[in-house]
C-alpha cells in the first residue's frame, strides 16, 4: 500500500522559513513525478510544485507563481522523498500542504497519491 508522510509543518512569522518533507513507501517513485499542493481555509486545493521526470533523465521543477522565487522543490530517489523549502514566508502561504505523487513522468491531472497534509500557519 502507497503512503505519503508529511512532516515539518508549524508555526512561523512572515518573513520566515520551513522546509516540509515526505516520505514514500510502498513503491518507489523514481522515475515518476513527486511535489506538493496546498489547501487554505475556505479555499480549494491549489498546485504549489512539482518535479517531473524529463527525457533527459533527470527531475525538472514546476512552481506555481504565487511562490516562485520563494519555494524551492527537490528530490532524493535514494529516500524516495520530496522536499519543499519555503523562505520569505507570508500569511497568505497559510495553509495545509499535502504531498502527491503520480504514476506516470508527470502530473496532467489529479495525483494518483495524496498524503494526509501538514499544517503551515504564517504570523503577520
Known amino acids: 500500500q502507497v503512503q505519503l508522510k508529511e512532516s515539518g509543518g508549524g508555526l512561523v512569522q512572515a518573513g520566515g522559513s520551513l522546509r516540509l518533507s515526505c516520505a514514500a513507501s510502498?513503491?518507489?517513485?523514481?522515475?515518476?513525478?513527486m511535489g506538493w499542493f496546498r489547501q487554505a481555509p475556505g479555499k480549494d486545493r491549489e498546485f504549489v510544485a512539482l518535479t517531473s521526470w524529463t527525457a533527459g533523465s533527470t527531475y525538472g521543477a514546476d512552481l506555481a507563481d504565487s511562490v516562485k522565487g520563494r519555494f524551492t522543490v527537490v528530490r532524493d530517489d535514494a529516500k524516495n522523498a520530496v522536499y519543499l523549502q519555503m523562505n520569505r514566508l507570508k500569511p497568505e502561504d497559510t495553509a495545509v500542504y499535502y504531498c502527491v505523487a503520480s504514476r506516470w513522468a508527470t502530473i496532467t491531472t489529479t495525483p494518483d497519491y495524496w498524503g494526509q497534509g501538514t499544517q503551515v500557519t504564517v504570523s503577520s
Open positions: 510502498g513503491r518507489s517513485f523514481s522515475s515518476s513525478a
